[in-house]
Nanobody, 123 residues
Framework: QVQLMESGGGSVQAGGSLRLSCAAT????????MGWFRQAPGKEREGIAS???????AYGDSVKGRFTVTRDNAKNTLYLQMNTLKPEDTATYYC?????????????????WGQGTQVAVSS
């Protein structure tokens, strides 16, 4: 069983930065594939980043070059550094944990989800 809690959301102007955190309670956190997803109002949930147990990362095209996912296994914490934010990045952001062999930000591969944290980017 894995419990996840996101934090760090808020309001920011376009061009600004935010760092999201996801605290996990799991004895074997370091083994999990971890992902970040987001859902904007009226849209489907979108996978934006993932990081596997060896810190190999993958990104969705919409955030590539602007967002960076990292993990601190000693602290059981996942991070998402978001730079050069745009109004279209406005969404609720979720972290998730899964056991996929190929760790990619594909929703169906994740078993555990946080409650989400909201990010609002104004122009």
């Amino acid at each position: 069983q894995v419990q996840l809690m996101e934090s760090g959301g808020g309001s920011v102007q376009a061009g600004g930065s935010l760092r999201l955190s996801c605290a996990a309670t799991a004895y074997t956190y370091s083994r999990y594939c971890m992902g970040w997803f987001r859902q904007a109002p009226g849209k489907e949930r979108e996978g934006i980043a993932s990081i596997d147990s060896t810190s190999i990362t993958a990104y969705g095209d919409s955030v590539k070059g602007r967002f960076t996912v990292t993990r601190d296994n000693a602290k059981n914490t996942l991070y998402l550094q978001m730079n050069t934010l745009k109004p279209e990045d406005t969404a609720t952001y979720y972290c998730a944990a899964g056991s996929a062999v190929w760790c990619l930000p594909r929703e169906y591969e994740y078993n555990y989800w946080g409650q989400g944290t909201q990010v609002a980017v104004s122009s």
